[in-house]
């Protein structure tokens, strides 16, 4: 079969590429790509756990955790990026943002995230598009909220993260440098913001990260902070908004699951679970070996670069017997859509299921009979499994 897993022209038609996926799982799970760029392909759940619990191993740090090799400039911002980090300079980080996003931080803002969701469907009747009316504003503007950001500055804020998650899409960029730019932007606006909570401190989330961390005394550096809510700008909006589409999406072709939710809206639960699934909205991270060392049975040398893909992991039947079969009811549902559980594991997870629970069972509740009037169109990236538009009829 012939094997090229980083297409972007596959991805912008027909999503990632599922059938290559299942046959490199079943024969060659961890498979040298040798088609530019040259990586190691990592497709079962099991080694994709693995790279992600060995930080040690499997390096954030030592390249950046995409494909794209960047200028030295960029690189040494982009190292001071959270993501980009290994233990122990990404432990300390992690702790002082963890403060904003504890499940019982997170879990005050259900009635506030039902507020915008209700609002949000008050606003569409009749034909709409369900990406730019529902999937994209609802993270925008829970993440503008977390943020304290002025209403005022929400279309700003979703033109730059569509530019940096877009940048091999010509609909959303016009050249890939324009991620880069936009990057810059979303930097120079967080160092704003920083300015003006120092100012006049609010009871927010930039105003908290600000501050020093009560127990341990530390702070986060000036670069360090413009830099996480560039981070949160784009892991905050692409990927729920991804996932809230996606899902629609999928519900559209099961229509038996989707009147499962209708008759039971109380499944929304189960369901978000099974949308991250089953999208796995995050499609891929790189990682870099540090040592020589042996993953499924292959000689990885350092300094390799290693792939590990969560769409492929979050469909292997060794761990859903099932795995092709789309299921809201699905429990236990210990998919990776989130990350392998290693140091990286999503900051923002509480907060993305939170925000498709009351999104899914609003929608069924309200809309019954929404259906899908138009073919979806899909973002071209390799990174983000995106919907970029999905006509429907609210009903
Ligand atoms: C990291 C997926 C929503 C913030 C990640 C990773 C994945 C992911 C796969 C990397 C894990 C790893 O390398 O082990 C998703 C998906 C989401 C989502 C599928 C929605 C369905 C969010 C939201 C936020 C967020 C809403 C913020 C408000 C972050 C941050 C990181 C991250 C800051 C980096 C953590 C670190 O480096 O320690 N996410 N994410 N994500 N996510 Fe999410």
């Known amino acids: 079969m012939h094997i090229n897993l980083v297409d972007q022209d596959h991805y912008a038609t027909s999503g990632p590429p599922h059938e290559q996926l299942r046959w490199l799982r079943a024969n060659d799970p961890v498979y040298r790509h040798k088609d530019e760029p040259d990586f190691w392909a990592v497709t079962r759940y099991e080694d994709v756990v693995h790279v992600s619990r060995h930080s040690d191993l499997f390096s954030s740090s030592r390249k950046l955790a995409l494909f794209n090799e960047v200028t030295e400039e960029q690189r040494a911002l982009q190292r001071l990026m959270m993501l980009n980090q290994d233990p122990p300079e990404h432990t300390r980080r992690r702790s002082l943002v963890n403060r904003g996003f504890t499940p019982r931080t997170i879990g005050a803002l259900e009635q506030h ?5 209700d609002d949000l469907l008050d606003k569409c009747s009749g034909e709409a598009d369900f990406v730019t009316e529902v999937a994209a504003p609802l993270p925008l503007y829970v993440i503008c909220e977390l943020l304290g950001a002025p209403v005022t500055d929400r279309d700003k804020i979703f033109n730059w993260s569509n530019r940096m998650i877009g940048a091999q899409d010509p609909d959303y960029a016009s050249s890939p440098d324009e991620g880069g730019a936009a990057a810059m932007e979303v930097y120079a606006y967080a160092n704003q913001l920083a300015a003006q909570r120092r100012a006049n401190p ?3 989330i930039v105003t908290k990260l600000i501050q020093p961390d009560e127990k341990s005394g530390e702070t986060l550096g000036e670069d360090e902070f413009d830099l996480f809510v560039l981070l949160l700008v784009v892991a905050g909006n692409e990927t729920t908004r991804n996932a809230a589409s996606g899902g629609m999406l999928a519900l559209f072709e099961h229509p038996e699951q989707w009147q499962r939710l209708v008759a039971d809206p109380g499944l929304a639960g189960t369901a978000s679970d099974e949308i991250v699934r089953w999208v796995s909205p995050v499609n891929l991270f790189r990682r870099t070996a540090t040592a020589d060392t042996v993953l499924g049975g292959q000689q990885i040398g350092e300094g390799d670069k290693v792939v590990v893909f969560y769409s492929s992991a979050n469909r292997d039947t060794s761990v859903f017997p099932d795995a092709e079969v789309f299921d809201i009811g699905r429990d236990p549902n210990p998919h ?8 990286h594991f999503c900051l923002g997870n509480h907060l993305a299921k939170l925000e498709l629970r009351v999104l899914f069972e609003q929608l069924a509740r309200r809309y019954p009979r929404l259906r899908q009037t138009g073919e979806a169109r899909r973002l071209r ?3 983000i499994n995106g919907i970029k538009e999905l ?3 609210m009903g």
């Open 202 to 204: 609010r009871d927010d």
């Open 381 to 383: 990236s390799n990174f």
């Open 391 to 393: 006509p429907v009829v």
């Open 113 to 117: 995230i039902r507020d915008i969701c």
């Open 336 to 343: 990776i859509g989130f990350g392998g559980g290693g140091a």
